[in-house]
């Protein structure tokens, strides 16, 4: 038997405008939204094997983030794999975000983003 990874859920400002700079950078649709956990609200975004499940908690009620790198379950980023990586930082830097710097790594090439909610992205093309 093998699992594979289905969906992420985490806490973003506002899952709304999270999802329209995915569908928008990433080719992705929106598959679901609506009420969720402690009358909050989320949205999933993604293909239709697998999503992220982007959270807000009712009122925004949201606490001060400490550092991930350093906080036992803290999510570090998330990484999305493309065919051309060179495309994706041009539209990357077309959505308002900044790029970081581009790695070369066997067995590809990699760049992260920060986006508004200062969640860090890692774009990967394998070669």
């Known amino acids: ?16 405008a ?3 700079w995915m569908c928008d950078l990433f080719g992705w649709h929106v ?9 909050g609200y989320s949205v999933h975004v993604g293909t239709d094997t697998h999503y ?14 400490e550092d991930n790198y350093t906080t036992t379950g803290g999510l570090n ?12 930082r041009d539209r990357v830097v077309a959505t308002g ?15 992260y983003f920060y986006d508004h909610d200062g969640i860090e992205y890692e774009v990967v093309q394998y070669d």
């Open 31 to 39: 598959r679901w939204t609506g009420g969720s956990r402690d009358v």
């Open 18 to 20: 999270t999802a329209r």
């Open 77 to 88: 980023h998330i990484a999305v794999v493309v065919d051309d990586i060179a495309a994706m």
């Open 52 to 65: 992220l499940a982007l959270y807000v908690p009712k009122d925004g009620g949201l606490a001060a983030r």
């Open 1 to 16: 038997m093998t699992a594979h990874l289905e969906h992420t859920n985490y806490t973003v400002t506002d899952p709304d």
């Open 97 to 111: 975000f900044e790029p970081g710097e581009h790695y070369d790594y066997e067995p590809g090439q990699r760049f």
